[in-house]
C-alpha cells in the first residue's frame, strides 16, 4: 500500500517545487510606454527566445524552463491562427489567450505529478494607451491583470519595487527601457543574491522587444544591434546624470543676525523687535530656495 498524503500537502510540494524552479531564472519585465509596450529579459542566447509573438498585437515572455514555456508558446499560436481563422481576427485577445494558458495550467498543476516550472506574460496593445492589457499567469494557473508594469520570474518581488520607483505613465522608449534596465540589473549580484552593486548587462544579454502602437496590422519588433545600443547609453547617461545630480540641503535655518540693542537713551518698550534684520538674508534657509530638480529618467 502507498503511503497517505494528504491533497493539501501534495499541492503544497508542487507549488514550492515550481516556484524554487522559477527562481533560478532571471526576472523578466514588461511595462507600458507612450507609443505601446516594452519587454526586457536577460538571456544571453540568440537561438532561444524568451519573448515571441503570438498574433497582430498580442506578444508572449516567459521564465522558467525553456522546453515547457516554448510548447506553451507553439500552442498558444496555433490556438489564436485557429480562433482567428474559424471567427475574426479582432476575436483574438490577449485575455482569451491568458484564459486558454490558465486553464491549461491549471490542468497541469493539478493532474499531473511534476507542474509546470514556467510564469507567463501576455500583453496586448490597443490604439490608445489605455487599452494596452498585460496579463501574468503562474504555474498553477492563476491570472492577474497587471496595470502599467509587471516584473516575474527570478526575483520578482526586488525588481518590481525598483520598477515601481520610476516608472511613470506615458514615457518614452528610451525612458522606459532606462527605468527596465536599471530595475533588472539594480538589486542583483553576481551569483543572483539580491542587494548587491549595480551590474550593468551589454546589449548582447539582452532580449528586448516591443509592441508598436503606430504599426498596422503586426505590431511586434524586436530591437537589435545599433539600437539596442543606443538605447543602453541613454540610460547609462541618465543615471550617471541622476548620480551627479545635487540635492537641496534639509536642515536647520541658518540663525538670524542678532538684534539692534536698545538705544539706551530710549525708554521705549523692551518688547523683542518684530521680523528678520534689515542685514540678515534667508538664503539657505529653504525659503524661496526652489524645488530640487526632479531625477531625470
Not at 498580442?58 to 507553439?74: P, S, T
Request: with cysteine.
Amino acid at each position: 500500500m502507498p503511503f497517505y498524503v494528504s491533497p493539501a500537502q501534495v499541492m503544497r510540494d508542487k507549488a514550492e517545487y515550481a516556484r524554487q524552479g522559477i527562481a533560478r531564472g532571471r526576472s523578466c519585465v514588461t511595462l507600458q510606454y507612450a507609443g505601446g509596450i516594452l519587454m526586457v529579459a536577460p538571456n544571453p542566447s540568440s537561438a532561444l527566445h524568451k519573448i515571441s509573438e503570438i498574433y497582430d498585437r498580442i506578444a508572449f515572455a516567459a521564465v522558467g524552463r525553456y522546453n515547457e514555456y516554448e510548447n506553451l508558446r507553439k500552442a498558444g499560436v496555433t490556438y489564436a491562427d485557429i480562433t482567428g481563422y474559424q471567427f475574426d481576427r479582432h476575436d483574438v485577445t490577449a485575455r482569451g489567450i491568458a484564459n486558454w494558458y490558465a486553464q491549461t495550467l491549471g490542468t497541469i498543476f493539478t493532474d499531473q505529478l511534476k507542474p509546470f516550472e514556467v510564469e507567463i506574460v501576455v500583453a496586448e496593445v490597443g490604439e490608445q494607451p489605455e487599452d494596452d492589457q498585460i496579463y501574468r499567469i503562474t504555474f498553477d494557473g492563476s491570472v492577474t491583470d497587471e496595470p502599467g508594469f509587471v516584473a516575474f520570474g527570478g526575483q520578482a518581488d526586488q525588481v518590481s519595487a525598483a520598477l515601481k520607483e520610476r516608472y511613470l505613465p506615458g514615457m518614452s522608449l528610451a525612458a522606459a527601457f532606462a527605468a527596465a534596465l536599471s530595475a533588472l540589473s539594480a538589486p542583483m549580484k553576481g551569483d543572483g543574491e539580491v542587494g548587491g552593486e549595480r551590474n550593468d548587462m551589454a546589449a548582447t544579454q539582452l532580449e528586448v522587444a516591443i509592441l508598436d502602437r503606430a504599426r498596422d496590422h503586426r505590431t511586434f519588433r524586436r530591437i537589435r544591434a545599433a539600437r539596442l545600443e543606443e538605447l543602453i547609453n541613454q540610460s547609462r547617461a541618465a543615471d550617471s546624470e541622476t548620480s551627479q545630480t545635487p540635492e537641496t540641503p534639509v536642515g536647520p535655518a541658518t540663525p538670524a543676525s542678532p538684534s539692534t540693542p536698545t538705544d539706551p537713551g530710549t525708554t521705549g518698550s523692551s518688547e523683542a523687535p518684530i521680523g528678520p534684520d534689515a542685514s540678515g538674508t534667508d538664503r539657505g534657509s529653504g525659503l524661496g530656495g526652489g524645488d530640487t530638480p526632479p531625477n531625470p529618467l
